[in-house]
């Protein structure tokens, strides 16, 4: 339980992401869902304010 009391970073460091251009929805469920930057599902996400942003994680420190 100690685990899960904070945020772990998992997809946000994967290269999906980073790399690859997709965005990566969680929903209250657990669901996970994978949209290309180019699609209009993103933009709704993107646009849509009652959804938290969180950006993927560097791969190394600065």
Avoid: W
Wanted: glycine content about 6%; charged content about 30%.
């Amino acid at each position: 339980i100690k685990f899960f009391s904070k945020g772990q970073p998992c997809l946000r460091t994967s290269p999906l992401s980073k790399r690859y251009g997709f965005g990566i929805h969680h929903d209250s469920e657990g669901k996970v869902a994978l949209f290309p930057v180019e699609s209009k599902d993103y933009q709704t996400f993107l646009n849509d304010d009652s959804i938290t942003k969180v950006k993927a994680m560097r791969s190394k420190r600065k």
